[in-house]
């Protein structure tokens, strides 16, 4: 008898019907003789209709006040599918983050999991009932409810998996497992029957929303056996693997983008020592995150221009922040972008096989795409682009790495 954590996401709960729908599944995994932890989101739009609400009161309402706000949404799921799995002849209990003890630190709205206390949720499963766990909160020491940051539901199911050292972590979504690529974007994309968790950790933290990144941090650090599959048809989705052998032709995993990033150049600044700590320095006091980081000197040795990729969320503030670095330091101008993406080709095959980057970018000049900023690690080649070709760019690089299925 295995003990199972099955996440579903707000999509499979979006409705009755699929509240229902959900409520067969768990119960026919319970029929089978498992022991099943049920880990939810809040009813999809539910999350965007609260925040709304809150900033329809204040642009940027209170941390602590939103996180007692957004947890909510998950609130009233867990009750409806307790309820909905009552009603199909199945015993289970609802529980909160705080109920079962899910101890964050007391970041609100991007709240880190420290420990969970299993013991109650292993009570009621001894008792065989199925528990249902609201995702995406927690309470911190001075017992704030407390939110892990969206997409957070991911994280608690993993987190609740490795606490009561489940056998699976199964997160049940609107897709059948990790494709690809973003298969919105491009139609073609292939379902991953495995990927390497490293891969899956570049594709999250690269931008592909599939599974929340520390989702997956935490499944590498307690060796969560997690895999992705759909809450409307049967299959066998995705399993993320440790073992980089299981995957065939490992060469390429993906392509993950990011559309929430924007660009700014300081131009014609005096080039000495300390300058990028001068122009970053205040960025980073300011709690700022820099991605990616390029500096071009003049021919004349005497002036450099450099530019940062920051998240959209942030460019405003960088743009004002630069602007004053623009004037203690002389420089000549200071630029901004919005309107970029980054693309990013991930694959473990990459440490063993050259030219994929000369690949990757003459695919890419072929459809004439010009390429702003490019950074490496062993594993991945991200690249900056302009938004307008963000399609564009993934079909071609999905067709030059032959991705597609069938293909
Ligand atoms: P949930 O509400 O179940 O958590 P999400 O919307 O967070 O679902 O994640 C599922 C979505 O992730 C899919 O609908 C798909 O558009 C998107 N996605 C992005 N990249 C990928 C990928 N590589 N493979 C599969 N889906 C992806
Ligand atoms: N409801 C939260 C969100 O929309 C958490 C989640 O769905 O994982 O981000
Ligand atoms: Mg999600």
Redesign the pocket.
Known sequence: MSLIVQKY????VGSIERIQTVAVKVKQSRDRGHRVVVVV?AM?GETDRLLDLARAIQPRPSPRELDVLLSTGEQVTIALLTMALEAAGCPARSYTGAQVQVRTDSAHNKARIRDIDGGRVMGDLESGRVVVVAGFQGIDEHGNITTLGR?G??TSAVAMAAALKADECQIY???D????????IEPR?RRLPRITFEEMLE?ASLG???LQIRAVEFAGKYRVPLRVLSSFKRGEGTLITFEEDDVEEAKIA?IAFAKDEAKLTILGVPDQPGVAHKILGPISDANIEVDMIIQNIAADAKTTDFTFTVHRNDYGKALEILKDTARALSAREVQGDEHIVKLSLVGVGMRSHAGIASRMFEALAREGINIRMISTSEIKISVVIDEKYLELGVRALHDAFGMAQNG
Do not use: L, N
Request: glycine letters at 20%; aromatic letters at 4%.
């Open positions: 996401g707000g999509t499979s989101s999809s997409g539901s991911d979504t609107d897709v497992g990790v494709y690809t690529t973003d298969p919105r994309a594709m592909s929303k599939i993906g």
